[in-house]
């Protein structure tokens, strides 16, 4: 990536440039691609404090590469006789393909089309000019943040929601922590309705978000301590563990936190989670893709690439057809057998699965506990059982 890269790449029309691994390497990427095994072995994507130690970066590298890139990028706008990057956006013809290409593959390459330049008419910006209008304004959680404010000591909201409402509990949890108002209690907020994309996006712990309805992708996206839980219209006629009533990408990047969800959620369930703990009756593909940390237990079928990139945290999935195994990714990971703790640890959290969303499903399985463990398994990540192997090992010899 150089100054150069970025003057062509303007003058086709960019306003936006990635540079991200340019600046890894920077840092001291060599580029060995393990970013989702734990082993970078220049200590930049991994959370082993043994090969933490070998990262070598200084942020003042970074520095300097970016005053470098613009300098160099400043330079070839001077020669070009541009003023401002803007000037710059669209004016491809400026730009002349080189003469002396004789590579068979390239030199019968016509790029007349992407060089073409067409004089924009005044009223016709080449770049941005006008910016775009979010609505803010609209969000619904301008209506809870003043709910609470307002309360001295609020503890149960209710409010109808809409599919147009998106990130909902966003604003309010930044609110909050910007007011610097802990909560010491939990206020619970009771939604009705479809709630449109990243319900519960970055959660702030003290929230706890009750959802009858169903909602769009990305629940719980980022969620940071908050609780959500979800179950169909008390009208619904449809049987919960059947259908489907969540979107894909849920707890994407969660830190901390609990989701308890009536009915099935789509791919990539808990894909980069890395602290929240969700309760969920079946999901589709690549669930716990990416996964580093926190606890999944899926009460029903998994769809194809389970635990595909599955750093860490656990996972507990019913398997009643007994073909679970079918549909992992095994590369890095491992099915193992229950022990006491884990019995203990999957009873709590289907009752408090059960206060939360009254679920025929996961009562059902307390009914029946003693035969319905045979039909859990537990996913590991191979790893991350040595990691607790060697501590346990290194306990006792202590």
Known sequence: MTGRDLAIATLLGAEEYGISTAALIVEGCIMMRKCHLNTCPVGIATQDPELRKLFTGDPDHVVNFFTLLVMDFREIMAALGFRTVNEMVGESHVLKMRSDIDHWKINRLDFTPVLHYEKAPGHVGTYKKIDQNHHLEEALDWQLIEAIDQSKSPKDLAFPILNTHRSVGTLLSGHLIRQKKMITQPVKITFTGSAGQSFGAFLAKGLDFHLMGEANDYVGKGLSGGIISIKPNEHSTLTPDEHIIIGNVTLYGATSGEIYVNGQAGER??????????????????????????????????????????????????????????????????????????????????????KRTDSPKAIEILNHWDTALKYFKKVMPIELKRVLANQKTSKKVA
């Not at 029903?300 to 992992?328: H, L, R, W």
């Open 269 to 354: 369930f808990c894909v980069r989670n890395s602290g929240a703990e969700a309760v969920v009756e079946g999901i589709g593909d690549h669930g716990c893709e990416y996964m580093t940390g926190g606890l999944a237990i899926i009460l029903g079928a998994v769809g194809s690439n389970f635990g595909a990139g599955m750093s860490g945290g656990t996972a507990y999935v019913y398997d009643e057809k007994n073909n679970f195994s079918e549909n992992c990714n095994m590369e890095m990971i491992d099915i193992d057998p229950l022990k006491e703790d884990d019995t203990n640890l999957l009873h709590a959290k289907l009752n408090e699965h059960i």
